[in-house]
Every structure is written in C-alpha cells, then in structure tokens.
C-alpha cells in the first residue's frame, strides 16, 4: 500500500508546482484568446466563418480554464 503514496513525498514537489506554473500560464493565456476574439469580430474585412473559427479556440480556453478554477487546479498549497 505504501508504494501508491511514493510519488506524493517531497520529490514531487518541484514538478507539481512546475505543472501548476503551466495551468497558470494557460489560464492568462485565455486572456489572449478572448482579446483576439473580440478583435476578430470588430474587424470589418473578415469573412463570417472567419469569426466563428477563431470564436471555437476561445471557447475551448474558457472550459479550460473553467475546468481548473472549477476543481481548485490552480491552488499552490500543497496539502495532500
């Protein structure tokens, strides 16, 4: 039973945060996304389907981030 835990000692530690930085920088990432949405919109030289096609990236960042704030992804305590 204790083999399961192993991979929880102080070891981990660095990784994990590492893995935390990266959904973090996803997650500002999002801002990103949304900003060149809302541009793409604005702009009057671009095709109709030209805008839904940069809507879906945008959209998949916000259930992105939407999945990580949602299940406390991003916590940096680490209490396990």
Known sequence: MDENFAPLSSRFDPKLRAMKVVGLLG???TL???NYCVRS???EGLWFWTR???LLP???CLGYSFFLLNWHMLNFRLNY
Request: aromatic share 14%.
């Open 41 to 43: 919109w604005r702009s």
């Open 27 to 29: 997650v500002l990432g």
């Open 52 to 54: 839904v096609w940069n």
């Open 58 to 60: 945008m959209l998949a």
């Open 32 to 34: 990103i996304a949304i």
